[in-house]
């Protein structure tokens, strides 16, 4: 019985490192291509495991030629007020929905939740429009203020909500404490672990989007660092356009990977409680 | 004296709350609820940005089911979401059961195998670009030139367009998947299996005879999840072939964005967002219907 379990782990070790080798390979390779040389040229038939010649000057050129720099400052100031200010909210609401007795509130929360169902896609055109109409087209808040009442969000506060013990709250206010102190001194404090979820998860599927951004903003100088990689396909590509576009996806990629690799336990805990990214 | 004190306590209660929520669901009003309505009143109308809207009723709608490009986006936007939804659970769920079997090496793996979620979708696509690229240079063309067989022109050839574009996403992107289905694995109570170990259930009738029907609501949760996602596709299209060659890979949402903002079609667009909508409800009622037999583990 014993031999059985450890053919069956060898077998399933076997499994997951076939398939994590899948997953890594081809971005591997984009690695090797970004760090070729300029005058490279690929043999028909021939993978490169290895630069031919090391060249770490591409990542100082694409980052010079698509203007990464900007694009970085761009999505640092959008991704970060963005992340912040709908953390506020969320916790704000996940509060009120969960802690506090008033008419309506199971109303509000379903409403709310139902936001979800909805395809986000039916929102581009009346949102554009209202945006259009106020002129904030190509402003950052064009990227911020739509999507601030989370959804996702506010079901992890809730839920989280949920698990504190009404007496601690009970005490604030038999103390005189008032509402926004309460919300400043315990509530803050205390949500720390569902903040740092939310702020990971949605850190890193707002650093990764794209239409939103290309729909409001036709200012290049305003595009965060996904669309300066669009500078990266002329009409007429070179063998060295290629490399410097690996090189320019490789940056996009680091922070993402950093967040990850750190905080890899509140990715899991945050999924896996919510069935949602 | 005290009623009045405790109705005072209630209602400055109430009052704080909708104060707390009075911002929130002001933004929420605005870019949500009297977003659909408006898209609902633009999907009545023959509005183009050029000229005055006029109201058409439901003619924009009729169009669309009239319309043969309709059956050919749907086509392809199912063929994608199926590929998409059966391959993400079956590999996400063989995964799990591997992640939480095996003595060591979990959180290793796990990274691993997660990551490809965390790429945006922009280098998705370029990844896609360049595994099936068209040029013999492409990854899967040196495969084939290696195997001394013809290079393949993929993404550009009307005949497997479609699934050049399906592979790649569907064999990396399961890692949410995983990840439910994992915590579904580990929420069985571990008793079950030894009693069952007990009777001498072999690990495969343990797989089948108890993990995966438990497993029953995470599945149906995981697949609606995976549809809803499918049927809402947009960037390895409009990133990588823009629905060519020939419409071959043209899908719903792509087909919403080339109408409002390439077109300007903003009626007709609106229009196919709510169908769009329809077929998305519909798949939820299914999955809530599904589920409604809910298991426990009693």
């Not at chain 2, 995966?212 to 149906?220: D, R, S, T």
Request: hydrophobic share 50%; with cysteine; aromatic share 14%.
């Amino acid at each position: 019985m014993n031999n059985k379990i450890r053919v069956r782990h060898i077998i399933f070790y076997i499994f997951l490192s076939v398939y994590s080798f899948i997953q890594i390979f081809p971005f591997y390779l984009k690695v090797v291509n970004s760090l070729q040389s300029k005058d490279f040229v690929p043999v028909l038939g021939q993978f490169y495991l290895w630069p031919e010649k090391i060249n770490f000057g591409n990542y100082a050129v694409a980052w010079k030629t698509a203007n990464l720099g900007r694009g970085y400052l761009n999505s640092l100031i959008y991704v970060t007020l963005y992340t912040a200010i709908s953390a506020i909210i969320i916790v704000i609401v996940g509060y009120v929905i969960a802690k506090k007795k008033f008419k309506g509130r199971k109303f509000v929360f379903i409403v709310l939740i139902s936001t979800m169902m909805v395809p986000g896609e039916i929102l581009f055109i009346p949102n554009y429009l209202f945006l259009r109409d106020i002129n904030w087209l190509n402003t950052f808040a064009a990227l911020i203020v739509p999507g601030l009442v989370n959804t996702f969000g506010i079901f992890l506060a809730k839920q989280f909500f949920m698990t504190i013990p009404d007496s601690i709250l009970e005490s604030a206010h038999i103390d005189g404490a008032s509402e926004l102190r309460i919300i400043r001194n315990i509530i803050f404090p205390l949500s720390g672990p569902v903040i740092a979820t939310y702020f990971i998860i949605t850190y890193t599927n707002m650093w990764n989007e794209y239409i939103w951004p290309k729909i409001v903003l036709t200012q290049s100088k305003l595009y965060p660092v996904q669309l300066s990689l669009h500078t990266f396909e002329p009409t007429f590509k070179t063998q060295y356009d290629e490399i410097l576009k690996s090189a320019g996806m490789i940056v996009t990629l680091i922070p993402v990977i950093i967040v990850f690799l750190i905080f890899q336990k509140k990715f899991v805990e945050g999924i896996s409680l919510t069935g949602n990214k | 004296m005290y009623t009045w004190n405790r109705y005072k306590v209630k209602y400055s209660n109430e009052l704080t709350a909708y104060k707390l929520l009075s911002i929130p669901l002001l933004i929420w009003g605005i870019f949500f609820v009297f977003a659909l309505f408006r898209a609902f009143s633009i999907s009545l109308t023959d509005w183009n940005l050029l000229k005055e809207a006029s109201f058409i009723g439901a003619t924009n709608y009729k169009d669309i089911l009239m319309d043969s490009e309709t059956l050919n986006i749907i086509k392809n936007t199912v063929i994608w979401t199926l590929f998409i939804a059966i391959g993400h659970n079956i590999i996400g769920l063989c995964m799990a059961y591997m992640l939480n079997d095996i003595p060591k090496g979990e959180k290793v793996f796990r990274a691993l195998l997660y990551w490809p979620v965390l790429v945006s979708l922009i280098v998705g696509a370029e990844m896609i670009k360049y595994i099936f690229n068209p040029s013999p240079f492409g990854f899967m063309n040196s495969i084939l030139i290696k195997l001394g067989l013809e290079p393949l022109a993929w993404y550009q050839d009307p005949k497997i367009a479609l699934m050049s574009l399906i592979v790649f996403p569907m064999i990396t992107g399961f890692g949410i998947k995983m990840l439910i289905y994992q915590a579904g694995l580990k929420g069985i109570p571990k008793t079950i299996y030894e009693a069952a170990k007990l009777d001498g259930a072999t690990p495969w009738q343990q797989f089948t005879k108890i993990s995966f029907p438990l497993l029953k609501p995470v599945v149906i949760l995981n697949f609606v999840m995976s549809t809803i996602e499918g049927f809402r596709v947009l960037a390895p299209m409009q990133l990588v072939t823009n629905g060519g060659p020939i419409k071959s890979t043209e899908t719903v949402v792509l087909s919403i964005y080339k109408h409002g903002f390439v077109k300007n079609n903003m009626g007709y667009a609106s229009a196919l967002a709510f169908v769009l909508f329809g077929i998305i409800l519909m798949i939820t009622i299914v999955q809530l219907r599904l589920q409604g037999e809910d298991i426990s583990y009693e």
